[in-house]
């Protein structure tokens, strides 16, 4: 099916936002690579996952054409309905319904609902491939095409029009087979010039940050 019947399809695969919490969430509260990758990893944590991959452009400057910095996991991944009901909700709180991951094994430790946009805060783009029950969903989100949408129109929204957007995310795949039990893939493209990545530095400051991590919990860093 192509992009365009999908998105004919599945209308109410929409992301509902503010655009200063975009700004504020996404671009100000991110701004280094290890802040916006802790986001990330802490919600490969709270999927349950027992392995996680981090690829980073190592060596040399970020914002160079065709740099990716890639966060594989093997959690539980999303089906289509918790894409578009979690993932593309900001501001959820999990913590506030419950302190317990999907399965009742780890506690919670992303909280603010918003680590979806922390990549915003040093790539233009996110490309999500997630797997759940060996059925596979895709879509990727452009942050300069959220920062342009316009005001919801009227009937779109219950808030004031001028303080809500719709943003619908290209669509790529929905719940189609793969060989895959589960798992998602984000991959932060289109990243922005930054200084190249001191990796002895982000190694660092992610064993402080996530020093509650056990032995359940296997973390890999490589050179994309």
């Given at each position: ?31 280094e ?11 490969s ?15 040399v ?93 009227v ?38 010039p930054l ?30």
């Amino acid at each position: 099916m192509t992009i365009d019947a999908l998105e004919n399809k599945y209308p109410d695969f929409k992301l509902t936002f503010e655009i200063a919490i975009i700004e504020h969430l996404g671009l100000n509260l991110y701004s280094e690579v290890h802040s916006a990758i802790s986001e990330l990893i802490a919600n490969s944590y709270d999927a349950e996952a027992s392995t996680l991959t981090i690829e980073l452009p190592l060596g040399v400057p970020l914002g160079l054409e065709g740099q990716k910095i890639i966060i594989k996991d093997d959690g539980h991944g999303m089906t289509y309905n918790e894409c578009r009901d979690n993932f593309l909700r900001i501001g959820r709180n999990r913590r506030r319904n419950s302190r317990k991951s999907k399965n009742g094994k780890r506690k919670v430790i992303g909280k603010k609902g918003i680590g979806k946009l922390a990549g915003f805060g040093i790539a233009n783009q996110l490309h999500v491939v997630t797997i759940a029950d060996y059925k596979e969903t895709e879509f990727l989100l452009d942050l300069k095409e959220i920062q342009s949408t316009k005001p919801a129109e009227v009937g779109d929204s219950d808030e004031p029009v001028e303080e809500i957007r719709i943003y619908r995310p290209k669509l790529i795949k929905v719940e189609e087979p793969s060989t895959t039990k589960q798992g998602t893939i984000v991959t932060l493209e289109k990243i922005r010039p930054l200084d190249e990545i001191d990796i002895n530095d982000f190694k660092a400051r992610l064993s402080r940050k996530f020093a509650i991590f056990g032995d359940d919990f296997e973390e890999t860093i490589t050179n994309s």
